[in-house]
């Protein structure tokens, strides 16, 4: 498997992660984008059944469990992490559908052309060499192929300045996504569905305990998107859910 330094960079970063015991402090936060997570498994259950999905940088496998709900054909993992791939072996051995889990560079992949159904990530394409990935994609992707992606937006200050003031909570060469790497996604897919969330779920994340069955959190929601509506706000957004086809 040929590593350029950054993947090797990223490669020790995820094994010292996932060789922790304790949780990130700042999955605290990911309950204001629950809703997003909430959108992203409703297109993954339209897409699986009989198909071949690959978990584009799986981690611990946390979404194979859900995903194989859905009925797909087989599901393959990959990451450049053993110790996540180690993980997610673990972690999924119960389930009666075929699994795969391969530790690979996602870059740059053994797979043949042509592969898969659906591909799916979920913060994982801003840890790449955006190109570099989304050719990848593009290359395993059957045509009509479905691509299906959760990733963090480096347009909002308030969340940069955070993230710079705990450098160590992150790896050095991540780049949370910017206005050209949605426009390269544009110029090599087609039916191109980009979605905004975690604007004011995330500044009044300590006013609701679970965003589940939460009226304020659903109030709060529906203004986000509201606000999505208009170009300003969207500099705002922590995050978005991608979907699009190959050609």
């Known amino acids: 498997?040929?590593?350029?330094?950054?993947?090797?960079?990223?490669?020790?970063?995820?094994?010292?992660?996932?060789?922790?015991?304790?949780?990130?402090?700042?999955?605290?936060?990911?309950?204001?984008?629950?809703?997003?997570?909430?959108?992203?498994?409703?297109?993954?259950?339209?897409?699986?059944?009989?198909?071949?999905?690959?978990?584009?940088?799986?981690?611990?496998?946390?979404?194979?469990?859900?995903?194989?709900?859905?009925?797909?054909?087989?599901?393959?993992?990959?990451?450049?992490?053993?110790?996540?791939?180690?993980?997610?072996?673990?972690?999924?051995?119960?389930?009666?559908?075929?699994?795969?889990?391969?530790?690979?560079?996602?870059?740059?992949?053994?797979?043949?052309?042509n592969s898969f159904d659906v591909v799916y990530g979920s913060g994982i394409i801003h840890h790449l060499q955006i190109e570099k990935s989304l050719d990848e994609i593009l290359r395993i992707l059957k045509p009509d192929g479905n691509l299906l992606f959760i990733e963090p937006l480096g347009t909002n200050p308030i969340i940069n300045l955070y993230r710079k003031l705990t450098p160590k909570a992150r790896s050095i060469d991540e780049h949370p996504l910017v206005k050209k790497d949605l426009d390269y996604i544009k110029k090599k897919f087609i039916d191109i569905k980009i979605k905004y969330y975690g604007f004011l779920t995330l500044v009044f994340f300590l006013f609701y305990k679970s965003p589940k069955n939460s009226k304020f959190f659903s109030f709060l929601t529906s203004l986000d998107q509201f606000l999505f509506r208009f170009k300003i706000f969207k500099l705002f957004a922590w995050s978005v859910l991608i979907t699009a086809k190959k050609n």
Do not use: W
């Open 1 to 113: 498997m040929s590593l350029t330094d950054i993947n090797i960079r990223e490669k020790d970063f995820h094994n010292k992660l996932q060789s922790k015991k304790k949780g990130r402090f700042e999955n605290i936060f990911y309950k204001a984008i629950y809703n997003c997570s909430e959108d992203f498994f409703k297109y993954l259950k339209n897409y699986a059944k009989d198909s071949f999905i690959l978990d584009y940088g799986c981690g611990v496998g946390s979404f194979v469990k859900k995903v194989a709900e859905y009925n797909p054909e087989k599901i393959t993992g990959i990451d450049i992490s053993e110790v996540s791939i180690e993980k997610a072996k673990k972690n999924t051995r119960e389930l009666k559908i075929k699994t795969e889990f391969k530790v690979e560079n996602c870059e740059k992949t053994s797979f043949h052309d």
